[in-house]
């Protein structure tokens, strides 16, 4: 199958006055339709600047990144492009003086696509994933875990092909953060995005992703791509934790990392 995104030989230096930073080199992949990679390295190693280049922010210095949401092919600065990607960051930024329901259709306000039909989406992800009732909630009266909720149907609301989680979970605890990484998963396969999670934390990357991309520190390169299989299809990260396979997985994690710093 045609992947959805792939990445040639991308590299990407910050230029400053205090001189230059390099932070990806020659990174390689492709992100397959459906498919769920994690990308674990080191703190500092490149991983948002690689969020970044892909959602066309930032323009790589040399190599090529090609989405094909159609088929024809996209470069990665052209402007559809952006559309198609949804991004999800470690803060919700949820604004407090509007309720929930004028939070999740804020993106498309902005867009100026508030359209019966779009609306129609935003009531059914409400009610689906159990924020119905609290429509009319101000952002602080939901809970961590609603809240990311909230975030995640906002940036569905848009129908992008392709999300992009810069560590969505890690200001939550860690009992939430496990009951949400549940719900996200789980929201993710029924709307059968693909999606790319950046993550610190190995035992997060096991439980959700298909493949894992392991980066060096920085420049960041591909130290190792971990393709994931459990014995049965379909586990949510909740019951991925409890296998043999996922202890497996996790300490040949561990220790790439830790020949890596
Ligand atoms: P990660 O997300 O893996 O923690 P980043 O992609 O944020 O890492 O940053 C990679 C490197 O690039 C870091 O050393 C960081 O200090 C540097 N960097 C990030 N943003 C900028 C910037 N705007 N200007 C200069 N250097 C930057
Ligand atoms: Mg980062």
Redesign the pocket.
């Known amino acids: 199958m045609k992947p959805l995104l792939e990445l040639k030989n991308v590299c990407y230096a910050?230029h400053?006055r205090a001189g230059e930073?390099s932070?990806l080199q020659d990174i390689s992949f492709q992100l397959r339709q459906g498919e769920f990679i994690a990308l674990v390295?080191?703190?500092?190693?490149?991983?948002?600047?690689?969020l970044s280049l892909i959602s066309g922010l930032l323009v790589p210095e040399s190599g090529s990144i090609l989405f094909s949401a159609d088929s024809a092919g996209a470069a990665a600065d052209d402007s559809r492009l952006r559309e198609k990607i949804g991004y999800m960051l470690q803060r919700d930024h949820l604004f407090e003086w509007r309720t929930v329901y004028r939070n999740v259709i804020l993106g498309l306000e902005i867009q100026h696509r508030l359209s019966d039909e779009n609306l129609a989406k935003v009531d059914k992800m409400l009610k689906d994933y159990g924020l119905d009732r609290f429509r009319d909630a101000r952002p602080s009266e939901l809970s961590g875990g609603m809240r990311q909720r909230a975030a995640l149907i906002r940036t569905l609301a848009l129908g992008p092909e392709l999300l992009l989680l810069?560590e969505p979970f890690s200001a939550l605890d860690f009992q939430t953060r496990l009951a949400v990484c549940d719900d996200v998963s789980a929201i993710l396969h029924h709307e059968k995005k693909t999606a790319l999670l950046?993550t610190h934390d190995l035992s997060e990357a096991v439980s959700m992703a298909d493949r894992i991309l392991v980066l060096t520190k920085?420049p960041?390169s591909i130290r190792t791509i971990l393709e994931l299989h459990f014995g049965q299809d379909g586990l949510s990260p909740l019951a991925r934790r409890s296998t043999k396979e996922f202890q497996e997985y996790f300490n040949l994690l561990w220790e790439e990392m830790n020949d890596n710093v």
């Not at 390295?41 to 690689?50: D, E, H």
Request: hydrophobic content about 20%; aromatic content about 6%.
């Open positions: 910050y400053s930073t932070a390295g080191p703190s500092g190693c490149g991983k948002s600047t690689l810069d950046v920085r960041a």
